[in-house]
């Protein structure tokens, strides 16, 4: 199992046949202008601030919504570290793909504004990145705005997984990862 597949399991090890969705993920951290993608190594610090995301997925429909989830898989209760939602799709140059930001557009709701990684120093955490369709229901939502850890649950098991299962949300369009590490364990 490679890398890839290893951080998408340990997501999703409930979801029985989970396949690894093919939109691609772009994530750019403004001030250092470092990228994540599949596994790269980044500071907290590379990470204080909301990155610019970009994610190209098969044309669907230019009517959808989208919502644009980061979770802490390591944490000792999965926490939720950004969602925001109400995202609407461009076209992109290839005919059949489209893109989704979550900047340059007004109609995005951050239910749960960016709260940057912020490992223990001797702990090295892999932070994902997912895009499923739809809207989540405001009543779940709300709840990771009121406690990200456990996705408003506060314990263990409660996971972005399990929000996409009880919130509403569609099919997982894209999927991604990278991990951070706290400065002063480098």
């Known amino acids: 199992m490679n890398s890839i597949e290893k951080v998408f399991t340990q997501t999703f090890s409930k979801t029985k046949d989970a396949t690894i969705p093919n939109g691609t993920f772009s994530i750019t951290f403004p001030t ?3 990228t994540a993608h599949h596994g790269t190594q980044l ?3 590379d990470c204080k601030y909301l ?6 997925i098969p044309f669907t429909s230019i009517t959808k919504k989208y919502t644009l989830i980061m979770t802490d898989i390591d944490a000792s209760a999965e926490g939720c570290h950004y969602l925001t939602t109400n995202l609407q ?11 989704i930001k979550n900047y340059d557009s007004e109609n995005i709701v951050d239910i749960l504004p960016y709260v940057p990684p912020g490992p223990r120093i ?4 892999a932070y994902v990145w997912l895009l499923f369709e739809g809207v ?4 779940h939502a709300l709840k990771v705005r009121d406690c990200r850890r456990g996705y408003g649950m506060n314990e263990k098991g409660f996971g972005a997984e399990w929000f996409k299962q009880v919130s509403g949300l569609g099919n997982l369009l894209a999927f991604d990862y990278h991990y951070v590490k706290n400065d002063a364990a480098w």
């Not at 990155?51 to 190209?56: A, G, K, R």
């Not at 001797?122 to 955490?125: I, K, L, V």
């Open 136 to 139: 989540p229901e405001m009543e």
């Open 43 to 45: 500071k907290a610090s």
């Open 32 to 34: 250092t202008n470092k």
């Open 89 to 99: 799709p461009s076209p992109s140059t290839k005919k059949e793909n489209l893109i």
């Open 122 to 125: 001797e702990q090295n955490h």
């Open 51 to 56: 990155p610019l995301v970009e994610v190209e």
